[in-house]
């Protein structure tokens, strides 16, 4: 018995690629089907993100299976299964498990410790269940990938630091003006960025979205888009004696906020906080406002140093992390192979006792009259020699489960028995 | 046991720093823990002094100063509880509550029997009520201390581990200005009721002592401090600053100066 994982992912294969096996959710049960039908695979799930489609299978065969398993992408996603291969990554049982929890923990994303995976393998493993394609080894498992990641996103600070220029502007509007309700947002010019962090903001609560351009048209086409209110460009100034955070994205080549004009702007709102957000190239924000009592003022270059600051924290904790993954690989594994451990010396037993019984019959059968007793010291010393055979082997086994090797063992031990 | 009480608050200090660090929330709870039972074996000391002596235990200043880092500890722990994400208070609040602890310890207990002029059922309500004020005056201006260190490190762009661990800074004003609100009629009631006593004993309501004249300074202070916020619009860190100052009045009106100054009272 085997674990399995075969799959690729944004570091092994490109995108074109991965768009071919993106999968949607109708498309899945098929292929598990498919999957199941193959007499070496047991259990089966298929986890298809846009950044990665991975199988995990219970096996007999590892060889087998995965050879099995590539003709299924190769044919479901339509590519050509020698090339296929050298984009796969094929982890077995300690690897397997290992590279699962990895997965599920958000260790292995190409942001790290982005949350959503978590998510995705959760509907990966529903999917599967639902489908009755999973058993006891693959229930165990993922469950115990869910717990860890809940584990690693507790105990480490991964899930802590966040990494998209909208979502650091959000965290430092919070961190000045506490809850953003009530707050009212300026946005001044488009562009994406701009865009996703008024909409960030917007999300975490603030209550009124103003947009504010060169063309009023713009303004009323972008202001209907997010969900706010279009003023003209000439209002700037009254604009900012009312709201409390301004995303700058305009282009103009000179700065549209000045230090005179904010002079007399700060002292009029009494001081109350304002947080400037410039992303616009140049700069369009006169950079020296931020000494003014209650102005914050954030550029795109001091947003990126917090994310790529942030980014190195993620990856700090994503090595913390690897302490409990293996905390947790070793017990899995422990508990694979005690479920592997009982049948196997009853398999073991059961292979003795049949060569015993044939060996018993034939002795018997060379006496010309077998008395009661003659079958009794035979059936006995034949029993003994059994018993002092598997005696040592079977408690070295036992012991050797305490010490957490016991599944390379019994594979060995399955080998040369022909169990 | 009062060496067991200061080893659980620099425990409740170290931890919240460590949750800083490591954003670990056991560590988190392990310093609300500690500092609870700080607090409840704090309690004990004085329950126990009180139960010795069978006298209120703050008739001098040094088991006034027990009393005081008892209120702000106190007070440091209903506010982790109350407001979310502000249990760096205890960090900030642990070292002014050793330090008072630890002049608890060096400071002569008054060997001087205790005058009958103290055993008056106002003067122990008059105590308590000064005290707490000080309490909240005390976290007023731990809230203020956090607040101008939260504020310029987020003006000068440093975003780092001390960012997520101090509250937002409108959490941090307003549990500033709260404190001090409440604060206020207790360090007033605090005066009155010192006022009756002082007539009970003497005669006269008011009588000049530099601990009266002193604590009518801090009265005008916190009065003009409030009257800054509410019309002149003093907010963020201008506010803070002058709690701040402001309470370095209170601490100077606590401690010194009985030092410099002669009067009736004790501490």
Redo the contacts between chains.
């Keep these: 018995m085997k674990l399995l994982a075969v799959g690729l992912n944004h570091k092994t294969a490109p995108v074109e690629l991965r768009e071919k096996l993106s999968f949607t959710e109708d498309q899945i049960p098929p292929i598990l089907k498919e999957m199941l039908l193959l007499s070496e695979i047991t259990e089966a799930i298929v986890l298809s993100t846009c950044n990665r489609i991975e199988f995990y299978a219970v096996c007999e065969d590892a060889g087998k299976a995965v050879d099995g398993i590539t003709a299924i992408m190769s044919r479901f996603g339509d590519i050509d299964k020698k090339s296929l291969s050298s984009y796969l990554y094929i982890h077995e049982d300690r690897d397997a498990v290992t590279h699962v929890f990895r997965v599920a923990s958000s260790l292995d994303s190409m942001v790290i410790g982005e949350a959503q995976i978590l998510g995705q393998a959760k509907d990966a493993y529903k999917i599967a269940s639902y489908n009755s394609a999973t058993g006891p080894i693959l229930n165990r498992l993922m469950h115990r990938a869910f717990s860890v990641a809940k584990k690693v996103r507790?105990?480490t600070?991964i899930g802590?630091y966040t990494v998209s220029v909208s979502s650091v502007a959000v965290e430092?509007a919070?961190?000045?003006?506490?809850?953003l309700g009530g707050k009212n947002v300026l946005l001044m010019g488009a562009g994406e960025m701009a865009e996703d962090a008024a909409k960030y903001l917007k999300d975490a609560g603030a209550t009124r979205l103003i947009v504010l351009s060169r063309t009023f048209v713009h303004a009323s086409e972008l202001a209907v888009r997010l969900k706010g209110s279009a003023v003209e460009f000439d209002e700037l100034y009254d604009q900012l004696m009312e709201v409390d955070i301004v995303i700058c994205s305009t282009s103009a080549d000179h700065y549209l906020i000045t230090n005179d004009r904010m002079a007399k702007i700060v002292k009029a709102r009494?001081?109350?906080?304002l947080f400037f957000i410039d992303i616009s190239v140049p700069r369009n924000i006169e950079p020296s406002i931020?000494s003014f009592?209650?102005i914050?003022l954030?550029d795109i270059d001091?947003l990126k140093?917090?994310t790529s600051?942030n980014m190195r924290e993620r990856e700090k904790a994503a090595s913390e992390a690897g302490r409990f993954i293996e905390e947790e690989v070793n017990r899995f594994l422990n508990w694979l192979g005690e479920l592997s451990l009982v049948p196997t010396i009853v398999s073991l037993k059961d292979k003795f006792e049949a060569i015993r019984q044939q060996e018993l019959k034939e002795a018997v059968s060379k006496f010309e009259n077998p008395t009661k007793k003659d079958r009794e010291i035979l059936d006995a010393m034949s029993r003994g020699i059994i018993n002092k055979i598997l005696h040592e082997p079977i408690t070295e086994i036992k012991n050797v489960h305490t010490r957490g090797e016991v599944l390379k063992d019994i594979t060995l031990l399955k080998k040369i028995f022909k169990i | 046991m009062i060496l067991g009480t200061i080893l659980l608050y620099i425990i409740a200090g170290a931890m919240s720093i460590g949750y800083a660090f490591?954003?670990?929330?056991?560590l988190e709870v392990a310093a609300l823990v500690s500092m609870i039972l700080a607090v409840i074996l704090q309690t004990g000391i004085l329950l126990l002094f009180y139960r010795r002596s069978d006298v209120f235990p703050v008739f001098s200043l040094k088991y006034a100063l027990l009393m005081f880092a008892w209120a702000l500890a106190f007070g440091a722990i209903l506010v982790s509880v109350i407001f979310k994400g502000t249990t760096s208070i205890i960090g900030f609040s642990t070292p002014f509550i050793i330090i008072l602890i630890i002049v608890f310890i060096v400071l002569k207990g008054s060997t001087k029997e205790l005058s009958p002029i103290f055993n008056t059922d106002i003067f122990p309500i008059h105590v308590m009520l000064s005290i707490t004020s000080y309490g909240l005056f005390a976290l007023s201006f731990v809230a203020s201390i956090m607040y101008i260190l939260?504020e310029t490190w987020?003006?000068h762009?440093r975003?780092i581990w001390t960012?997520?661990w101090l509250?937002?800074?409108?959490?941090l004003d307003?549990l500033a200005y709260k404190t001090l609100t409440i604060g206020l009629p207790f360090l007033t009631l605090g005066i009155i009721t010192g006022a009756l006593w002082a007539d009970r004993i003497y005669g006269s309501y008011w009588n000049w002592d530099p601990k009266e004249t002193w604590s009518l300074i801090i009265w005008f202070a916190y009065i003009f401090l409030l009257h800054g916020r509410i019309s002149l619009?003093w907010?963020?860190?201008?506010f803070a600053w002058v709690s701040i100052v402001c309470f370095l009045l209170v601490v100077f009106g606590f401690i010194g100066v009985n030092f410099i100054f002669k009067g009736y009272h004790n501490f």
């Design positions: 507790t105990f600070t802590l430092l919070k961190k000045i003006f506490g809850r009494q001081h109350k906080p931020s009592e209650g914050f954030f001091d140093g917090v600051q | 490591y954003r670990n929330k056991k939260q987020l003006k762009k975003i960012t997520k509250p937002s800074l409108f959490i307003d619009g907010r963020g860190k201008k």
